[in-house]
């Protein structure tokens, strides 16, 4: 079948160096990944297309890029399944990254925050003298971490990042996890506490795109989530983004449905007069439009409020 | 200006070998650097999926056994002194993986667990799920962040630089991102930059696997050995060559011909689907011949080992026939057929890492050591069993960087002539200055992939290998007139792999030419027109010589046998 590759892309050396479209048309197979397509665009049409890719069995993690809008690996996707016949694919490098020139990207910054966590095992005492003893699932579950290969899709699409780019990021928040789970590393409450910080585990904004991306199946923000409920129960100091879980998870159980401006008092705190005033306005607006919702006391529960407390109570029993 | 880098050790790789080296040199005391093409996490031991053999005494296992079955497998070319220390060393470094943090598998009691792998009778192979190399690579690279090792990444080394004794004194090498070309001092090079799968079409390796380490090895004056030995993988996916580990074998799958018979019961009767590699390719490559294959494959059957262990211990090859071969391995067989994979050969080496030998035996290069699948001990010999490479790197890879360290502590700082960076950058300039010809550098590695595998396969004859060598030949006349489309100096990957080019015809060369020299069939070198084994003539290594003005120079070194005199190999 035809297929045009729109394919994005950059020379630093231009004159006036300015990213730019160019379609290549192609006949591919139905057997085709996009990476096949690119290197018989790299071979046979223009040598100068640049990209990163090694092992063409999405294990080296070289070959990130997006494609159609979202973050993947080139030689696990099929063009196949990414367009119809006489459909244009769109190629596009990672996001939340420089590039340097047409699919590369420059992935410093990626290293740095992987570095931020720290990652490497950090036993408690010395190494015993034959292995580790450590129960067999505790092992399994790790590989779904170990699975990552750091190509960066998640980062690339990750909707915090774009807005905040202090936060660690998914890929470095999954491989904090992969310690933190791990029954031979001793360190966990201090990882724990760095992870607590602005920029840490709470400033994951939950989009799924993560998950939604990864080509390995790796479940960053499942392991963000996880590390929050850790955090939580390692006792770290509380921050917006814990006591904001713990009132909304609360709330729910007192009342069945959600008093927002008691998750925001709570949240905040009362004491937390800048904040609190910051919400003035807003319920100024509201007011006249009867659109302030009641709290506190005048905020009942739902009718069979028991059923949803006998279900917080099946939910924290030990599995 | 020409920056100068200086180290005392400076190790080109970042796999498996080059960072358990580069660890291990750092821990001598040495300042020590890394350089690699890729970033680490990039390299080829990902593609490492079955295990990583050890004969763990507290197991009941003997460190004997899993030599002699290496001896064995190697068909007896293997140096013994150098295979026995990779037995004897293998479970100290199996746990110093462990506590690294490696998530190994583990049994019910907690215990590291086993799985079995070809050509071993025991089950001492060590695994994570069926991507050991990927878990072990992350590890090590997590211990070099935690050294702060220094890594150059996505630098392209061209040439080993000697200085005026004629010692390793560094390398030359490109940053691939500005094009700066800088000098890189030290008193020892490691080299580690892996095999060099891509000299033949289709072949299991990643696309940066080119012989650079080799190469570069190799017109540096250090000789390369083994060469015609080149191992043909049983279960690979046919067109791109992807690779399926053994581990599906190792957990019990079935190899099917057309008939849907278990063919193996003819070739190997004892050890079946689990007899040595060349062993189980030449079988397949037999029944394809004959007419017993499907279109140019067998088929590897995993559907009775179950669901739940497919998902649990293959979910690696589960994902990657579904995604690949468009096929469910629950439900349905695979075909396969044996495709290139590793190369036995490679720079010499003593079991130190040495390329040079200490009571001159043999011609090297005084600083220079090699670890990993770019070397040769020779600890493989005709044929590597499953999992002993992951093994070999770890273990001779931490023995190359002690000794370099240790080396280096000894030797003053090299002097390198001034000239050597501007030689360096007016060689790359002369590559981009090429008058446009027509032909193109991917066209030229297709060639010389498809010779190579013609001529180079599972069945060899003097024939077949005398057209392939020629059209290598010619390939490299064309090499010398290629041009190269992109002209900028910022990441262009066509220079790098016009480079690379350079590199894999030297190797095509040196494997031609040890294949045509040795007139027997031993291991993976099978020559229809000299079916025996003929141990009186060839119980000895092909070495090979780079001369840079003539044809490059044989040399000969018996085989060194310890405890295990040649018997015939039977599965």
New interface residues.
Partial sequence: MLTTFRIRRF???AESPQPYFQDYRLVTER?DTVLDALIRI???VD??L?????????????CGMRINGHAALAC?TKVASMAAPDETIHVEPMNNMPV??DL?TD?AGF?EK??QV????Q?AGP?PE???????EA??H??GV?????CGACVSDCAALEVNPDFVGPAALAKAYRFVA?P?DGNSSSRLRELNDPGGMWDCTRCMECIEVCPKGVGAMDRIMALRAKGIEYGVPSTSGSRHTEAFADIIEQKGRLDEPMLAVRTFGLANLRQMFSFLPMILRALPRRKLPKSGPLFRPIPGIDRIRRLFQRAKEPR | MATAYEYDVLVMGAGLAGLRAALAAHQTGATVAVITK??P????S??AQGGINAALT?RGDKWEEHAFETVKGSDYLGDQDAVEILAQEAGQDI?AL????V???????????TRRFGGQKRARTFF??D?TG??LL??LY??A??ARLPVFEEWFVTSLVKDDQGRCGGVLAFEI?SGRMAMFKAKAVVIAAGGLGRVFEPSTN???CTGDGIAIAYRGGAPLMDMEMVQYHPTTLR??G??LSEAARGEGAHLLNSEGERFMEQYAPNMMELASRDVVSRAEQIEINEGRGINGCVLLDCRHLGKTLIR?RL??IL??AK??A?VDLTEEPVPVCPGMHYMMGGVKTDVEGRCWDLAGGWQGVPGLFAAGEAACLSLHGGNRLGANSLLDTVVFGRRAGRCAGEYAETQPQPRIGDGVVKDGENALKEVLARPETGD????IRHEMGCAMTEGFGVFRDEEGMGLAQQTVGSLRERWNRVA???K????N??LVRALELDFMLDCAETIALGALTRTESRGAHFRTDCLDRDDDHWLKHILIHYRPDGPPQLDFLPVRITRWEPQVRVY
Avoid at chain 2, 440 to 443: D, L, P
């Fill in positions: 020379n630093p050396e057997s790299r071979e046979t040598e100068s640049t990209l990163r890719c090694s092992c063409r069995g999405a294990i080296c993690g070289s696990k340097i020139k590369v992935m290293w992987i570095r720290q990652p490497w095992l036993p190494a034959g292995e580790y003893l450590a129960p067999p092992m399994n790790l590989t170990m699975h990552c290969i750091m791990d031979r | 890729v970033h996490v990039r390299s080829h990902n593609a507290d746990l462990e506590h690294m943090g998530i190994f598998n583990r049994n019910e009691e907690g215990r590291l667990g994570v799920s991507f990927q878990a992350h590890v997590e211990q962040m935690k991102r990643a696309l940066i067109g791109k992807l690779l649990e979910s690696q994902e990657e995604s690949f468009n193109t550098v991917a066209r190269i489309h992109d900028g100096q910022v990441f990957t066509s």
